[in-house]
């Protein structure tokens, strides 16, 4: 099994709806954090959390929303989706106990919005 | 600030050439850095990493990178290009104690037969 999973893996949806985007990991890392990627741009953070209680916005994080329900699970939501929030979305996590990890991903969603 | 640039979108090799692709970054501090690939469908995958000590970094399949200081650079070598290296290519890098990981644009790698 992964270690870290990502549902659904591809979603097609409509302009104005709502959708969650799921991250569950069982690496035991109290880091997570949530991506887009879009051809060109490489990876832009949305959001990360270094445990329950902690959110932090990232440096796209209008128009999106998170939830870490337990340190394993950090979900993500567009509230009114619109389609230039298209792109292929990735959750990571990082053991934040010792210093300069890599990251480890999931194997992301696509995302189409019409 | 610290950032990532990486020349090159597209790199082509034949197979069984040597690959070379490019990361610059800037730090004001000592950089951990990273090289991830990322086959088509699929999530992020650590090559290699450099934090500390030897500057020659060996990771997965072949691949190794040598951190140059001087150079601001890590740029990434096979010396035989297979068909299965094909996919996309991202430096990143971090520094000491911080949650931001910074990624380059990526470059994506094509072996031609």
């Known amino acids: 099994d992964a270690d870290v999973t990502q549902t659904p893996r591809n979603r097609i949806t409509k302009t104005g709806k709502r959708i969650m985007l799921e991250c569950s990991q069982t690496?035991?890392?109290?880091?997570m954090y949530w991506y887009r990627q879009d051809p060109g741009l490489g990876l832009r953070l949305i959001y990360y959390s270094f445990d329950v209680k902690d959110i932090n916005k990232g440096e796209i994080s209008d128009g999106y929303s998170v939830s870490r329900q337990a340190q394993a699970k950090f979900s993500l939501s567009l509230e009114s989706a619109i389609p230039n929030q298209t792109a292929l979305y990735f959750c990571?996590?990082?053991?934040?106990?010792?210093?300069?990890?890599?990251?480890?991903f999931g194997d992301g969603t696509r995302l189409s919005i019409l | 600030a610290q950032s990532v640039t990486q020349l090159g979108s597209h790199v082509s090799v034949s197979e069984g050439a040597l690959v070379l692709l490019r990361c610059n970054y800037s730090?004001?501090?000592?950089?951990?850095l990273f090289w991830y690939v990322q086959y088509p469908n699929q999530g992020l995958q650590l090559l290699l990493k450099y934090t500390t000590g030897a500057t020659l970094v060996k990771g997965i399949n072949g691949f190794e990178a040598e951190f140059k200081k001087s150079e601001t650079s890590f740029h990434l070598t096979k010396p035989s290009a297979h068909m299965s290296d094909a996919a996309e290519y991202f430096c990143?890098?971090?520094?000491?104690?911080?949650?931001?990981?910074?990624f380059g644009t990526g470059t994506r790698l094509k072996v031609l037969a």
């Open positions: 990571a996590t990082s053991d934040g106990g010792r210093l300069n990890q890599p990251q480890h």
């Open positions: 990143a890098v971090t520094q000491g104690g911080t949650y931001k990981y910074i």
């Open positions: 730090s004001s501090v000592p950089p951990y």
């Open positions: 690496k035991g890392h109290d880091r």
